[in-house]
């Protein structure tokens, strides 16, 4: 597994596998992990740490080979807060410690939410403090306000929504950019363009490894979903080969610059995207 190595010196696998409103998870994390898998991602808003955590310990694997990240949930609001929501995160995965921690939408009281991840930081409790859903002035404001700087921004970025603005700001200030949702949940859709069936065909891969090499050849760390042991195989099997620059930029056309999901950016957000694009 390929790693990425964060602002503050920790390492991260650049693939990982993602939870939301995957079930079984007590059977496809052992699975999953067995294949390969180091990087699992949950959040207190998907209802399943609990299961997450059965699973990691169904696995058998040590504690220190994985890489666990939670997110607090959107409801959360301030310093205290987020203090008591990190341990209630820890106590439903039983695990003694988090890889990485993120707010997961920027409302509400973040600087407070911050202030309270930076000292569990300081004390160990989370090895890396990021972000979520975070639109570039937010993220700037956030690093002026603060002591601690994110490791990671996760965002949608799949091939109808790049965000190559946003990513790139994001990677100009040492923050890991970080793809949710890589397939857009329009895989289906997506499968049938030429312009990713010719570049899969000439590969011998699936659109949807084309799709994840994609993000990996623009240092994204990149999180799929699947509970399909076939599909989980195949997700991790996008090592061994390259994207050319003419494919890259191929599938840079099919950008809509349109959100499939919800508009994460303000007025001004646009407005200051507009400016740094």
Do not use: C
């Not at 439903?92 to 921690?101: F, S, T």
């Amino acid at each position: 597994m390929h790693t990425i190595t964060l602002n503050n010196g920790v390492q991260m696998p650049q693939l990982g596998l993602g939870t939301m409103q995957v079930t079984q998870l007590e059977t496809v994390l052992p699975q999953a992990i067995q294949l390969g898998y180091r990087l699992i991602d949950t959040a207190a808003n998907y209802d399943n740490e609990e299961a997450v955590g059965r699973g990691i310990r169904a696995s058998g694997i040590a504690r220190d080979q994985l890489f666990i990240t939670s997110k607090l949930k959107i409801q959360t609001d301030g310093y205290q807060a987020t203090k008591q929501a990190v341990q209630a995160s820890l106590k439903r995965l039983q695990l003694d410690y988090l890889d990485l921690y993120l707010i997961h939408q920027p409302y509400g009281d973040v600087f407070g939410e911050w202030r309270a991840l930076e000292e569990l930081y300081q004390q160990g409790v989370i090895r890396a403090i990021g972000v979520s859903n975070f639109a570039p002035f937010q993220l700037i404001d956030l690093i002026m306000h603060s002591t601690v700087k994110p490791v990671i921004n996760q965002i949608e970025m799949h091939p109808f929504y790049q965000e190559t603005a946003a990513a790139n700001y994001a990677q100009q200030h040492g923050i890991q950019p970080e793809a949710w949702a890589p397939f857009g949940e329009h895989l289906a859709v997506l499968a049938t363009l030429p312009t990713l069936t010719t570049i899969a065909a000439a590969h011998q891969k699936s659109v949807a490894q084309i799709i994840l090499r994609w993000l990996l050849q623009r240092n994204t760390v990149v999180i799929p979903r699947s509970s399909q042991p076939e599909h989980l195989k195949a997700n991790l099997n996008v090592f061994d080969f390259t994207l050319t620059a003419a494919e890259m930029d191929q599938i840079q056309q099919l950008d809509t610059h349109q959100s499939l999901f919800v508009d994460h950016l303000s007025a001004d957000g646009a407005e200051f995207l507009s400016k740094v694009n």
